[in-house]
């Protein structure tokens, strides 16, 4: 089994700035891709951000230029930096991975954290 571990969560201004991390362990060796969720209240889960062990990366192109993400297949940890946090940025945000490549859906995650919260104030 694999088990992900959130961090970085936190009450933050408009404006600011976040990192979030993922950490994996148990089964970990094999993972090959490792992604960042969120989910509004009242609202779907969305994929925010993606990583391959063979480089490949994918972001959503209304999240560019405020998302970054830093992942460490020999480590096995994904972060993710927020920058210029808006109001709507307000979820909670998971981690989530496969043992295979898989786009950034949902229903094709096989692991997941228990999500860590990220409240915007204005």
């Known amino acids: 089994q694999v088990q992900l571990v959130e961090s970085g969560g936190g009450s933050v201004p408009a404006g600011g700035s976040l990192r979030l991390s993922c950490e994996a362990s148990?089964?970990?060796?094999?993972?090959?891709?490792l992604a960042w969720f969120r989910q509004a209240p009242g609202k779907e889960r969305e994929g925010v951000a993606l990583?391959?062990?063979?480089?490949?990366?994918t972001l959503p192109e209304s999240l560019r230029g405020r998302f970054a993400l830093s992942p460490d297949f020999r480590k096995n940890t994904l972060s993710l930096e927020i920058y210029r946090l808006l109001p709507e940025d307000t979820a909670i945000y998971y981690c989530a991975a496969s043992d295979w490549y898989v786009r950034l859906n949902v229903a094709d995650f096989k692991y997941w954290g228990q999500g860590t919260q990220v409240t915007v104030s204005t």
């Open positions: 148990g089964m970990a060796r094999d993972l090959y891709t």
């Open positions: 990583a391959t062990r063979d480089g490949r990366q």
